[in-house]
């Protein structure tokens, strides 16, 4: 996607961004990532962390297209989004809520100032929320906020996009011949080693999921495959790449997505 060079990226910027979004979306399963295989594999890759009695935290849970999913694996989940529109789409979910769970419901809430006591959750989910604050320093402290409200020894699962992803995937398709991928213009990408040191203190870092599989696949492959037309996140190439990557997920770190996860200390 190109960069939009007419606007400086701040927090209205983006805030109007994913209002209009929104608008136009509403519970479509695309409102918030368009590659929705990928979401599909990052979806299930989380909830193998999940357990039947969590009390569970879905923050940045858009639409809550993904909210719906975890439910089906914990006790009770919140999701939180800044953005009203998203979180009005969400609550016409609330009707589709699975008989496991006892309690789904979603509300407004921003990031780095979450409305939540501390140590109140036993899982805390965030995907691709961080790289929607384009201030470094406040994607850390909107980590530690959500460190503030998991139980101590109890787990953070955080999916974001980082510059180290990014410009692997980069190289794998300037290797074979392809243009980089743009930065998507507005976000900022998460700096790996920098915000893992900032967050240290209170989050240790257990292990690191790259989908390197599905990533060489729809981002190298699938476009040379199709060249000179555009790759469609649609293609059944996608879809064979996700199910690949449940049982080999990566390849080479070829993947611009990151899940991180996190044990509060």
Not at 113 to 127: A, H, K, Y
Not at 148 to 162: N, P, Q
Request: net charge negative; charged share 25%.
């Amino acid at each position: 996607m190109a960069t939009c060079p007419t606007q400086e990226i701040t927090d209205e910027v983006v805030f109007d961004y994913w209002q209009n979004k929104a608008s136009e979306k509403g519970i479509d399963r695309t409102a918030t990532i368009r590659d929705h295989h990928y979401h599909r594999l990052e979806i299930a890759t989380i909830k193998r962390y999940l357990r039947s009695t969590d009390n569970c935290l879905d923050i940045g849970c858009g639409n809550g297209i993904a909210t719906i999913d975890y439910a089906e694996s914990v006790d009770s989940i919140i999701g939180a989004d800044y953005s009203p529109g998203m979180i009005e789409a969400a609550q016409q979910r609330l009707p589709h809520k699975p008989q496991s769970c006892s309690e789904l419901s979603f509300q407004v809430a921003d990031a780095r100032d979450l409305p939540f006591e501390d140590e109140q959750f036993s899982r805390v989910i965030m995907e691709r929320c961080l790289i929607n604050i384009p201030d470094r320093d406040q994607q850390v402290q909107a980590a530690l906020e959500a460190a503030r409200t998991l139980k101590s020894g109890e787990l953070f699962l955080l999916a974001e996009v980082t510059l180290q992803g990014h410009e692997k995937v980069n190289k794998h398709r300037l290797m074979h011949g392809l243009e980089k991928l743009k930065v998507h213009w507005h976000n900022t990408y998460v700096d790996e080693p920098a915000f893992v040191d900032a967050v240290s203190e209170r989050l240790e870092l257990v292990e690191t999921i790259r989908f390197g599989m599905y990533g060489f696949i729809s981002k190298v492959l699938h476009p040379l495959m199709v060249a000179p037309q555009e790759p469609s996140f649609d293609a059944k190439i996608n879809e064979v790449a996700a199910e690949m990557a449940l049982k080999m997920p990566d390849f080479d770190g070829c993947s611009h997505q990151v899940l991180f996860v996190f044990r509060k200390k």
